[in-house]
C-alpha cells in the first residue's frame, strides 16, 4: 500500500508535469481545443486528488 506521503509527491510531480503540458498547449492551441481541455480538466482531477490526500494527512496529524 503506497503511503500518504508518497502519493502527494507523485501527484506533485503530476501537476508540474500537466501544468507545463498546459501552458505550452495554450500557446499553441485555442484554449477551447479538445486537448488542451483535455489536459485541463485532467490537472484539476489531480488537484482534486492532492487536496483530498492534504486533508487525510491532516487528519492523521490532528488524530495521531
Not at 5 to 24: F, Y
Not at 29 to 39: M, S
Amino acid at each position: 500500500m503506497i503511503s500518504i506521503e508518497s502519493e502527494l509527491k507523485q501527484v506533485s510531480k503530476k501537476l508540474e508535469l500537466l501544468r507545463k503540458e498546459l501552458e505550452r498547449m495554450a500557446g499553441s492551441f485555442e484554449l477551447v481545443h479538445q486537448d488542451v481541455v483535455a489536459i485541463s480538466q485532467s490537472l484539476d482531477d489531480l488537484i482534486v486528488r492532492y487536496m483530498q490526500l492534504k486533508n487525510q494527512e491532516e487528519y492523521i496529524k490532528k488524530h495521531m
